[in-house]
C-alpha cells in the first residue's frame, strides 16, 4: 500500500533527525561538540549485543531494543539530568505511540514492543540494553576525559552505580582501567 511506504518513509526521516540530535549533558562538561543521539545508539547497540552474548540472553533482541531506546528524543531532544528538576520526564512508550501512530501494524507494533520491553526492564535482554546504555556512556566519558575534558566523573559514577549485569560491571571496571587506545596494541 502506498500509504504504508509514505508512513515509513516519514518515520525514516524523522529517525534522520537522531544524526543531529546531540548528547547535551556533556555540553555541561566542557564539550564542543558532543556525540549525537546516533552515535550513542549505534554503540550501545552494540555492547548490548556483546553483553547479552555474555550473559547468555539473545543479542540480536538486546540489540534491537537498545535501537529503540532513545528515538523519542526526535520529539523531546536530549534532556540533561539538570532538566529533571523542572519537567516531568515525557512517558518513552506515549512518545513512541505518537511517532507510530500511521506506521501499518506489523510496524507499529514491532516497534512500540520493543520499547516497552526495554522500559520494563522484565527481560534478561531488556536488562542487557540498558547497561549497555550505562556502559556507552561511561566509554565517551572515559574518551571525552582523555582529551582533556575534566569533569566527567559525575558520568562515569553514575553509569558505575546502576549496572546490574556481572558482565557489564566488569567491563565497566576494565574501561575505567584501560587507555581509549588500548585497542590499537592488542
Not at 543531529?20 to 547497540?45: I, K, L, N
Not at 520526564?89 to 511517532?99: E, V, Y
Not at 522484565?122 to 572515559?142: F, G, N, P, S
Request: net charge negative; charged share 30%.
Amino acid at each position: 500500500m502506498p500509504e504504508d511506504a509514505e508512513a515509513i518513509a516519514a518515520f525514516g526521516y524523522e529517525l534522520g533527525l537522531l544524526k543531529r540530535v546531540r548528547r547535551t549533558g556533556w555540553w555541561h562538561a566542557g564539550v564542543r561538540d558532543p556525540e549525537s543521539v546516533a552515535e550513542h545508539t549505534m554503540r550501545t547497540a552494540q555492547l548490548a549485543a556483546l553483553i547479552a552474548a555474555e550473559e547468555g540472553a539473545d543479542p540480536a533482541r538486546a540489540a534491537f531494543l537498545a535501537l529503540w531506546h532513545d528515538t523519542q528524543e526526535t520529539r523531546t531532544g536530549d534532556l540533561p539530568h539538570t532538566a529533571a528538576a523542572y519537567l516531568t520526564k515525557p512517558d518513552p512508550r506515549q512518545i513512541t505511540a505518537d511517532q507510530t501512530n500511521d506506521l501499518p501494524e506489523r510496524s507499529r507494533e514491532t516497534v512500540r514492543a520493543a520499547v516497552d520491553e526495554y522500559e520494563a526492564r522484565q527481560t534478561l535482554e531488556a536488562q542487557c540494553a540498558k547497561d549497555a546504555d550505562k556502559l556507552e556512556m561511561l566509554l565517551q566519558a572515559v574518551e571525552y576525559r582523555d582529551t582533556g575534558i575534566r569533569r566527567v566523573e559525575g558520568w562515569i559514577d553514575s553509569a558505575r552505580k546502576d549496572l546490574k549485569t556481572e558482565t557489564s560491571r566488569r567491563i565497566a571496571d576494565a574501561a575505567v582501567a584501560l587507555s581509549p587506545l588500548s585497542w590499537r596494541e592488542r
